[in-house]
């Protein structure tokens, strides 16, 4: 025992801690990362995982397996070589794009480095498994993974080369399938509650992937690396690329040109803002199109294009031409558009300004439907609803109605409900008890391993360094010798022992640095219970319990008889 705890010394591990911040780092994680010595970048995306940061990998894959084996999960191991047949099979050769990374073998037969197993788990499920009684299987691993990312960056979090637990389930229909995505959503729920991380479940896009159903589970971070639309309100959060499809599956893409009428109304007169609306003209060749939005809102330039399916046209920004706010008895705007015989061809509103105030339109326009300007201005135009602004703070919760609020998180997990996508393809069915052949229904299930050793940091520190959820940390326990002489090294060195012989996961700072370098290295790391013996002792016999940067308890420490069972377990109760 004596002998393995010469490997858990700070004099022999290798903790080459940094003072100064590291350059080029923008993510909280990523620079203490650096700065405690845990990691080490070889390039642009690809990292070396130092003693104490895969400590903490090993204690995060071991909490994983621990609750995969709750529902049944068998962990296995696939290849991270793949052929390129199976990838041109289910279409992903191509789809995929540059961030498979792609290479070829001395027979000029490709492969790729995996980002991903959907296709080589169903083919394994196609040629072992037979029966109905089988399911439902779940299948498991935690594994090196890579991409070619395009800009690598943010240290572990968008890296080339990174380790992720990959899950896949099969059931013999829908039903049960989703059974299973939401035992996995559960199971994930209970994962991140060990370490009372604070994070959102985000409805999100389904990607390169696929699936019709797919969440991801976002840690939330001030970092403004990652952002996403949340309502408080009914506590449903979007991704982006989410939150574009939700207007798009909402909206009715034709409005009347009374619903129009009365909602330019509502939003001039009935607010009483007289300059709430923005107009903005879009002109291609002779044809103009307009685009009406709220004027604190951010107009995307880009969605103006990808509406008109063009982005040779000219959008004016000039004071005459971008915005004509609609005042009582003020007819600028009709005489500029109809009097010059500049007509639209379409009219456009922003989406947001239909929700945002539940407008009710039927017959309220024929109340204000004698105003010169709203009269006239739809006339023989085409008119719509759009997605035409970014989305912000102002936007509009599609459950509820209220306003959503941008939150920045960082994705840690991502799960998906494949249904048949991949069965179809590879032709995977199964017959079941009554005798009818289906193909078999999938959901895969992400965990990012060791980006969440960079994640958790987010949240897990502060000034000094980082504070290790007991859990996760390397160790539990760092024995600190602050002041180095004969007699409080003897002490140590009994406490020391005693801890080890009890099972305490402790490292020992034997290191002959200087207090200061040691407190803040100590710090630094992050381990949640420090034992100091240094100045204390010197004067009162006493050594210090420091738990997550607080002084909880001072204890007497008269002679090295004194270190009994009693002070190390009381110890041990600290860290369980």
């Known amino acids: 025992m004596l002998e393995l705890g010469v490997f858990m010394k700070f004099s022999k591990c290798l903790i080459p801690t940094v003072k100064n911040n590291p350059q080029k780092t923008k993510m909280r994680g990523h620079k203490l990362l650096i700065k405690s010595g845990f990691i080490r970048m070889n390039n642009k995306g690809i990292y070396t995982y130092l003693y104490m940061a895969w400590k903490i990998i090993k204690n995060i ?39 498979l990374f792609k290479l070829g073998d001395r027979h000029l037969k490709e492969y790729c480095l995996a980002p991903t197993h959907e296709e080589l788990i169903t083919l394994f499920v196609k040629e072992n498994i037979f029966s109905y009684k089988k399911f439902p299987l779940y299948l498991y691993q935690i594994q090196t993974k890579f991409r070619d990312e395009i800009r690598p960056q943010a240290g572990l979090i968008r890296s080339r080369e990174f380790i992720m637990k990959d899950a896949y389930s099969f059931d013999i229909n829908k039903k049960n399938a989703l059974v299973t995505y939401k035992k996995f959503m559960i199971i994930y729920k209970k994962i991140f509650n060990l370490w009372n991380i604070q994070y959102r479940l985000v409805l999100a896009d389904a990607g390169n992937i696929g699936g019709s159903k797919t969440h991801e589970f976002r840690i939330l971070t001030d970092s403004n690396d990652e952002s996403f639309a949340s309502c408080k309100n009914c506590k449903k959060s979007y991704d982006f690329d989410t939150y574009e499809k939700c207007i798009v599956s909402k909206k009715n893409k034709f409005l009347s040109q009374d619903h129009a009428k009365y909602l330019c109304y509502q939003k001039q007169y009935v607010n009483n803002k007289s300059n709430n609306l923005l107009f903005t003209f879009y002109k291609i060749e002779d044809k103009f199109t307009l685009f009406i939005s709220e004027k604190s809102c951010n107009l995307d330039l880009q969605k103006i294009y990808d509406t008109c399916k063009n982005e040779k046209g000219h959008v004016f920004n000039s004071t005459k031409m971008l915005t004509f706010l609609l005042r009582r008895n003020n007819t600028s705007l009709y005489n500029e558009i109809f009097y010059k015989k500049r007509f639209f061809e379409s009219i456009y509103f922003d989406h947001d300004l239909l929700y945002q105030d539940n407008l009710l339109f039927n017959d309220a326009f024929r109340v204000y439907s004698h105003i010169s300007p709203i009269r006239n201005l739809y006339e023989n135009s085409n008119i719509y609803m759009s997605n035409l602004t970014k989305i912000n703070n102002n936007s509009v919760c599609f459950s509820c109605n209220n306003n959503i609020k941008l939150e920045y998180g960082i994705e840690i997990a991502h799960i998906f409900f494949l249904g048949s996508k991949y069965t179809n393809i590879f032709d995977v069915s199964i017959t079941d008890s009554r005798g009818s052949k289906n193909p078999l229904e999938m959901g895969c299930y992400g965990i990012g391993v060791s980006r969440l050793l960079s994640a958790i940091i987010e949240e897990y520190s502060d000034t000094h360094g980082i504070i ?48 200061t370098e040691k407190l803040k290295d100590n710090y630094l790391i992050g381990v949640p219970l420090l034992v100091v013996i240094g100045s204390n002792f010197s004067k009162f016999k006493e050594i210090d319990l420091i738990k997550h940067r607080v002084l909880i308890k001072k204890i007497k420490i008269s002679n090295i008889n004194d270190i009994s069972l009693g002070v190390t377990r009381y110890i041990k109760n600290l860290i369980v």
């Open 61 to 99: 894959s071991e909490i994983i397996s621990t609750n995969m084996n709750y529902i049944n999960a068998q962990e296995i191991l696939l290849p991270i070589l793949q052929s390129s047949k199976i990838w041109i099979t289910s279409k992903r050769w191509k789809m995929y794009g540059k961030e």
């Open 468 to 515: 290790w959820p007991l859990n996760l940390a390397p160790f539990k326990v760092s024995l600190v010798l602050l002041k180095y002489n004969k007699t409080i090294k003897i002490i140590c060195d009994a406490l020391y022992a005693k801890m080890l012989s009890i099972g305490i996961s402790v490292i020992y700072d034997d290191r002959e640095s200087g207090a």
